[in-house]
Nanobody, 124 residues
Framework: KLVESGGGEVQAGASLRLSCVAS????????MGWFRRVPGKEREFVAT????????YYSESVRDRFVISRDNAKNAAYLQMNSLGPEDTGVYYC???????????????????WGQGTQVIVSS
């Protein structure tokens, strides 16, 4: 089970830090990722981090603004979001693989576990 937290409503230019904590099983052995569903669109890839945390990959739209990280000792992953804009509004989902495959892991169906999502609203 994955549980996200940290969403909220902020003004454009602000920052938020999302957290994702896994319970019931360790997720340290495989990649974790963040996706989002923005209004009117399908769920889209945001960022992913390798099992060790040494490698990361981002979508073009968030590169240079967002930072993904993980703490395997806490069975957790994080998404630091800076310089937020209205286009970042949406529901953010944490995902984890059940077993390590290739990296970067970009597609929703390559992840086995999902959180319920946390809402982020950015007003202009």
């Amino acid at each position: 089970k994955l549980v996200e937290s940290g969403g909220g409503e902020v003004q454009a230019g602000a920052s938020l830090r999302l957290s994702c904590v896994a319970s019931g099983r360790a997720v340290s052995g495989a990649a974790m990722g963040w996706f989002r569903r923005v209004p009117g669109k399908e769920r889209e890839f945001v960022a992913t981090v390798s099992s060790s945390g040494s490698s990361t990959y981002y979508s073009e739209s968030v590169r240079d603004r967002f930072v993904i990280s993980r703490d395997n000792a806490k069975n957790a992953a994080y998404l630091q979001m800076n310089s937020l804009g209205p286009e970042d509004t949406g529901v953010y989902y944490c995902a984890a693989q059940g077993a390590s495959t290739w990296f970067p892991v970009l597609r929703t169906y390559d992840y086995d576990y999902w959180g319920q999502g946390t809402q982020v609203i950015v007003s202009s």
